[in-house]
């Protein structure tokens, strides 16, 4: 088992940052790999970014990219996910997963681990 707690979430103007964090707990030496996700009322839980803890690569989200920054701390267990030129539209909540296997990163299929969530609100 994996337990997944995330952070730094909460209330920013339009075009300010946020770095949110991730700290994992118990089996973390078999996580391939972490994932953020998001979801706004009413909407679908959506891909933001995810990383791979065996070969350091990284994905993102169209809607986030060059935006958003995930990275990771090896020895504090922790994923982060910088967020910089925040946007009303990126308000949710922010969602931190993990797996143990490769594969299907961008979906939440892809992850049997979930964080509870932080929630982050971008006011116009």
């Known amino acids: 088992q994996v337990q997944l707690v995330e952070s730094g979430g909460g209330l920013v103007q339009a075009g300010g940052s946020l770095r949110l964090s991730c700290t994992a707990s118990?089996?973390?030496?078999?996580?391939?790999?972490t994932g953020w996700f998001r979801q706004a009322p009413g909407k679908e839980r959506e891909f933001v970014a995810a990383n791979n803890w065996i070969g350091g690569n990284t994905l993102y989200a169209d809607s986030v990219k060059g935006r958003f920054t995930i990275s990771r701390d090896k020895a504090k267990n922790t994923v982060y996910l910088q967020m910089n030129s925040l946007k009303p539209e990126d308000t949710a909540v922010y969602l931190c997963?993990?797996?143990?296997?490769?594969?299907?990163?961008?979906?939440?299929?892809?992850?049997?681990?979930w964080g509870q969530g932080t929630q982050v609100t971008v006011s116009s």
């Open positions: 118990g089996r973390t030496f078999s996580i391939y790999k």
């Open positions: 997963a993990a797996d143990e296997h490769p594969g299907r990163a961008t979906m939440t299929s892809g992850y049997d681990y």
